[in-house]
T-cell receptor, first 111, second 117 residues
Framework: GENVEQHPSTLSVQEGDSAVIKCTYS??????FPWYKQELGKGPQLIID?????GEKKDQRIAVTLNKTAKHFSLHITETQPEDSAVYFC??????????FGTGTRLQVFP | GAVVSQHPSWVICKSGTSVKIECRSL??????MFWYRQFPKQSLMLMAT?????????EQGVEKDKFLINHASLTLSTLTVTSAHPEDSSFYIC?????????????FGPGTRLTVL
């Protein structure tokens, strides 16, 4: 079936440290993997995405890596800041044209 | 670019009434829009795919007669929750791909908080 698993469910880091969130997906035909940041009471905001023809993508402090063979992808945030605190969702685009979301990771960055 | 708006941002209604939520793509056209539902501290669950000029496609377990979707133009989709009950209280979020050619990238609206008393 269409499934995306995400770990960990909560993550607490000290300001300046790195944070890593990992996801696995079920369908090897999936070819698009976005990451969203959701603040309390707001809609998800696309922060970075990667397609299956690329192994890594970076945007300032945020990077995403993709291992198609293992069907997993990860979000890396370096030099974390308190404003990075939010819930982060990974997602995978399936062949049915649906975007299926992971269960979310609540990131807390302590000053 | 790729801004999606929703109206209202929150609504409180009595049990048994109907509520309409609008989703608009402000700076692009969208033949397809998606409606999600999110319960507190949970992930987004796809409810239905809204197709301009044709019937919506509903996910398994979503009652199409209860959640009416209309996609009358390339910039507007509406979700009507009919005969709302307290268990329909949730955060409803729409999304749309940023154009007619791209089908996988989705930009989300700010969400609508529905509370049914």
């Amino acid at each position: 079936g269409e499934n995306v698993e995400q770990h960990p469910s909560t993550l607490s880091v000290q300001e300046g440290d790195s944070a890593v969130i990992k996801c696995t997906y079920s369908d090897s035909a999936s070819n698009y993997f976005p990451w969203y940041k959701q603040e309390l009471g707001k809609g998800p905001q696309l922060i970075i995405d990667i397609r299956s023809n690329v192994g890594e993508k970076k945007d300032q402090r945020i990077a995403v890596t993709l291992n198609k063979t293992a069907k997993h992808f990860s979000l890396h945030i370096t030099e974390t800041q308190p404003e990075d605190s939010a819930v982060y969702f990974c997602a995978a685009h399936f062949i049915t044209d649906k975007l299926i979301f992971g269960t979310g990771t609540r990131l807390q960055v302590f000053p | 670019g790729a801004v999606v708006s929703q109206h209202p941002s929150w609504v409180i209604c009595k049990s048994g009434t109907s509520v309409k939520i609008e989703c608009r793509s402000l700076d692009f056209q969208a033949t397809t829009m998606f409606w999600y539902r999110q319960f507190p501290k949970q992930s987004l669950m796809l409810m239905a795919t809204s197709n301009e000029g044709s019937k919506a496609t509903y996910e398994q377990g979503v009652e199409k007669d209860k959640f009416l979707i209309n996609h009358a133009s390339l910039t507007l989709s509406t979700l009507t929750v009919t005969s709302a009950h307290p268990e329909d209280s949730s955060f409803y979020i729409c999304s749309a791909p940023p154009g007619l050619a791209v089908t996988d990238t989705q930009y989300f609206g700010p969400g609508t908080r529905l509370t049914v008393l």
